[in-house]
């Protein structure tokens, strides 16, 4: 560590503080502290400490925010951490053509806050205030990729520093190329394992005219799920569908005072765009959601309630995690063909139910993809293993039925088992291109594709 | 072969027309036939001949339509070219999920065809009419790409054949998906480098309630461009925005009989929506286009007239080959930044101008993109050496720009030199990917990445 501080010009820790918050993020696993933390300042930081790294044989685990729920950042077998934090300047903003060049450790609201007065915003809004960096290694997304698309169709490009220590760029600035292999969609949602990403080009979008949004409360679930489906069919731009079923709503009544509403399957949604497209979306889905049963469309007519509105629906977690204070909880990430959705969604609601383990449901249900969170009692012997046992059959009810284990959290080590279970054969193939890029195992080994 | 024969359902050719006729696309490169064409009728086919020439040392090259522009089917080591065309089914729609799976030897326009009465539609649409495979393994576009996206951005999921003949399945069904590697996307853009797509899952997009067209002309080609960026940043939904040159103007004026416009820069547009929304963003385009500069935004109001007004856009590239008969032509495939467009399309003209070679312009122009037909005569002894001279200036300007020197036509063998250029170090990686999955380099050798 001592040879490394002279090469890099980060701050190197090795103090237990500073490795313990590096070993772990947001998820239920055990912390798993690196050896040390190298807090890089820019490429070459990186660059120096992968090379200083694969010399030595010692993993390197890339750091964001720390946000992660599946295990992404855990040390598994000790290694360098990289905190990538420090990386947080805007390097470009072009307003013309709609995009900018950003260092990996910038969060997804400090890049809106810089953005403010140019009349453009990034629109991805992951649960956590996290690094886009890390929003792009584990593939993440939010409440509008239905309209604005996920950090795969976001990202134009990216620098990347490989396992030898090089830095590369890949993609580049156009909207669309079709010059060799795909570099860029490879490294997002590689999770670190086969390189670290350290500065992205990302899309910006215009903010829109006007902005509109409302709510609407099905007595049905499968109701507001059949309206959704039609919204989707009739190619309506909507560019927020969210789902709070019964419980959700239950919760989030109680926790963010929404004392008009009734517990019941409710969508929230919102509409971008001109004055009159707005007013025209309006109108339209008001038709579908009555027509499938839906009650009135409760538009929120200032941008106070508007406001009210969606920090409600970012605040449903901790209104669910308020239902059983003390208790742990595991939030599953099952994405499926929007036509299984409402099946998938009235099963795994009749086995919480049956698991007596208090629950609650959001989803983005534009995309097919919803999260339900387990709670448990820590301090019951079989609480954890009754949750997990429950997780795992809606990731696998989710692979049955054409869809995936995991819409916007990634692997990490959460879902490795799944992972064979969803995509089979082709695993090998992803092995492949591992031991190609990685031949000894250094970048997050454990993370992602498991070695044998 | 005989052997072969024994063990595929679809039929082996080893005559000379069939060998000739597999041994070139569209492009201009020289035709190398393969020593022998598989008329594949299925994936076990597929990767019965794959594991055949895998163990007797033998290349692969797939052929789809055979409408590839940069030498992608040239089989230039010899070898068994598999052709797709037969395995043309259409296995499943969904108009719930908006998706569908399909053979790779099925075409876009027979696809349209399949779902004609179903509500939906596949919006891709390159000048060809390719197979679904080929437009994946070329990551290709068309005019409708600033609404619908590329190849890469509505494949949902692959059947590929591997290089050692296993059958393995990407992606899914779901919208988007955090689980493992991005292999769909790695395949996409490859040109069966990396093994051989035999099944594709795709979106589709419900029929807009309205769709309306219309042109507008400029006196200045900058015009026409700041107009588009204005329209972009405004975050307009425009389906189509083409522009076409004063040369390629004149042409089509002659050629599809346009006679009341002007030979001028003008603008092609298309607007999908209902009729509010149509009509909407028909007033704030014809604002932006007069505010701009541009002419009356002419409206094409019946269908008709629409029809008229996209097929003179899809003959373009004949009425400008309609210039110069007997000539052959280079297309280029430039694509940049928006905001260099006008500048690397003036450049583009100017030398072209003083090269003295007849040439027209299209541009896909919302994306950045635009093709100059370059044309020269054969019998010219420095003709094409000019107009290939001319080509390449073309490219390496975009690159230098920040752009792709090819948007949607794909590297094959006629741009390799230029993706050394444009992707740098990087293409070190993409090699070890190639090395890795297809040690042998059997699968379309030469083509995409360069092996030393």
């Given at each position: ?67 992660s ?20 300047r ?44 890390g ?8 409440t ?54 350290t ?21 049905s679930?499968e ?73 009135a ?33 595991i ?35 534009g ?8 709670l448990?009692?820590?301090k ?18 989710s ?10 959290h ?38 992602t594709i498991?070695?044998?």
């Amino acid at each position: 560590m001592d040879e490394l501080r002279g090469h890099v010009r980060g701050r190197v820790a090795t103090d237990a503080a500073t490795r313990d918050a590096h070993g772990r993020g947001e998820g239920l696993h055990e912390t798993m502290a690196p050896d040390a933390v190298v807090f890089g300042e820019d490429s070459d930081d990186i660059a120096t400490t992968i090379k200083f790294c694969a010399k030595a044989g010692v993993p390197v685990i890339p750091f964001g925010a720390g946000t992660s729920l599946e295990g992404q950042v855990q040390a598994l077998r000790g290694g360098v951490c990289l905190d990538l934090s420090a990386m947080d300047r805007v390097l470009e903003v072009s307003v013309d053509d709609l995009d900018c060049r950003v260092e990996a450790g910038l969060t997804r609201e400090a890049l809106n806050a810089h953005l403010r007065d140019m009349g453009v915003f990034f629109p991805l809004d992951p649960g956590a205030n996290a690094t886009l960096g890390g929003m792009a290694a584990t593939r993440a997304s939010g409440t509008n990729a239905v309209r604005y698309g996920t950090m795969r169709d976001i990202v134009l490009g990216l620098t990347v520093v490989t396992p030898s220590g090089e830095i590369i760029r890949t993609g580049g600035r156009t909207r669309k190329s079709s010059a060799g292999y795909d570099l860029t969609r490879l490294y997002i949602g590689s999770e670190g394992t086969l390189g670290v990403i350290t500065e992205l080009q990302l899309k910006l979008f215009g903010i829109p005219e006007q902005i509109s949004a409302g709510l609407c409360q099905f007595i049905s679930l499968e109701d507001a799920v059949n309206a959704v489906i039609v919204i989707l069919q009739m190619g309506i731009d909507v560019a927020r569908v969210e789902l709070l079923d019964d419980r959700q709503m239950r919760a989030c009544i109680a926790y963010s005072r929404l004392a008009p509403l009734q517990p019941i399957p409710t969508l929230f949604l919102e509409f971008h765009g001109s004055p009159a497209i707005v007013a025209d979306t309006t109108t339209h889905v008001r038709g579908i959601l009555k027509a499938n049963g839906g009650g009135a469309l409760q538009l929120a007519h200032t941008e106070e309630d508007r406001n009210k509105l969606w920090k409600a629906r970012h605040d449903a977690y901790w209104a669910a995690r308020a239902i059983a204070p003390g208790f742990d909880g595991i939030a599953t990430d099952a994405c499926v063909p929007i036509s299984k959705l409402a099946h998938c969604i009235r099963e795994a609601k009749a086995e919480a139910s049956a698991s007596g383990l208090p629950h609650a449901l959001v989803g983005h249900v534009g995309d097919g993809n919803f999260h339900m969170l387990i709670l448990f009692d820590p301090k019951s012997a079989d609480g954890r293993g009754r949750a997990e046992a429950l997780a795992l059959n809606i990731a696998r009810r989710s692979i049955r039925h054409g869809g995936t284990c995991t819409g916007e959290h990634g692997i990490g080590l959460g879902k490795l088992e799944m992972l064979y279970e969803e995509h089979g054969e082709s695993i090998e193939v992803m092995r492949q291109i591992k031991l190609a890029l990685d031949p000894n195992n250094l970048m997050n080994p454990g993370k992602t594709i498991p070695l044998p």
